[in-house]
């Protein structure tokens, strides 16, 4: 059903593989579109309560397609369609997890900051090579990229196309953690299992609370924070999270 990408559940995990491994799973609009789609099923899906976006062993995704770049007018990129893909993937609600393994460039690096967390194999590279084409990143790169690793290091990378490692990006918070090549999509599904296990609306408010974090005052953080615990404090599963611990139970979530 789906071109450039391949799709399967494990346990209450979605799973979406960027699948264009000759152009090294550069980003082109069929793609951003199948992924978007793929993932707002997900969101769906009630037994899904995470989702986890990879490549291959060699690229996570190599950015927007350049081919497609090249023959695309201002007026094209425009009508905003590619922007759109990358809003619906930020207003996901359900913890989106991404697995890199090698090249993380571009959009790939957008992609994969965009997500709630970053599991990465020993071979990961990120970077932000958009200039040496002319232009600059357009998927939140200079944002996201300088919240995390800071002005210096954003700046060496966007202007001087320097490429983090694995262990560096690491270093500076980019990634969550790094294992080895051939256990970085086990490690990241684990990781999404363990976090789709636990109470779903609780998830997600936590989840919208962190977020936000990056974008309130303190002040308006803790407001925000205080509305999303007393909504989660206000559910069933908070019911049932607490009557499950004071009898020693396993607690059966509902997500309300
Ligand atoms: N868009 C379209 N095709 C791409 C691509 C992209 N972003 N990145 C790689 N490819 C294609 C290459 O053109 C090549 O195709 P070919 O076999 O038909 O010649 C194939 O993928 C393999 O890439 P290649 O450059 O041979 O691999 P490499 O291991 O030597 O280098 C990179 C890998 C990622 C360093 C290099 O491909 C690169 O710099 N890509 C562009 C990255 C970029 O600028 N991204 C931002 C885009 S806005």
């Known amino acids: 059903m789906y071109e450039n990408i391949l799709v399967e559940t494990v346990g209450r995990v979605g799973l979406v593989r960027l699948n264009r491994p000759k152009q090294l799973n550069a980003l082109n609009s069929t793609t951003l579109r199948e992924l978007a789609t793929a993932i707002t099923a997900f969101e769906q899906a009630e037994e899904i309560g ?30 905003g369609l590619r922007a759109d893909q990358y809003e619906v993937l930020r207003k996901v609600r359900k913890p989106l997890i991404a697995a890199v393994s090698g090249y993380a460039y571009g959009g790939g690096c957008e992609l994969a900051m965009l997500c709630d967390l970053i599991v990465a194999s020993d071979t990961a590279r990120f970077a932000q090579p958009e200039i040496n084409l002319g232009i600059i990143p357009g998927g939140g790169g200079t944002q996201r990229l300088t919240r995390q690793v800071g002005k210096y290091l954003a700046m060496e ?57 990056q974008d309130l005052s303190l002040e308006q953080g803790l407001g925000l924070e205080r509305s999303n615990f007393l909504i989660a404090f206000g559910s069933e599963d908070k019911q049932e999270g607490t009557t499950a611990f004071v009898e020693k139970r396993k607690p059966v979530w509902k997500g309300r």
């Open 157 to 213: 990378v966007i202007l001087a196309g320097r490429v983090l490692s694995a262990w560096e990006a690491l270093r500076h918070g980019l990634v969550n953690k790094v294992v080895p090549v051939e256990l970085y999509l086990e490690e990241a599904l684990e990781l999404a299992q363990r976090i789709a296990e636990r109470a779903p609306l609780a998830t997600r408010l936590a989840k919208d609370a962190i977020n936000r974090a």
């Open 50 to 79: 995470a989702m986890v976006i990879t490549g291959n062993e060699r690229a996570f995704a190599a950015g927007a397609d350049i081919v497609e770049f090249q023959q695309t007018t201002l007026p094209e990129l425009m009508r």
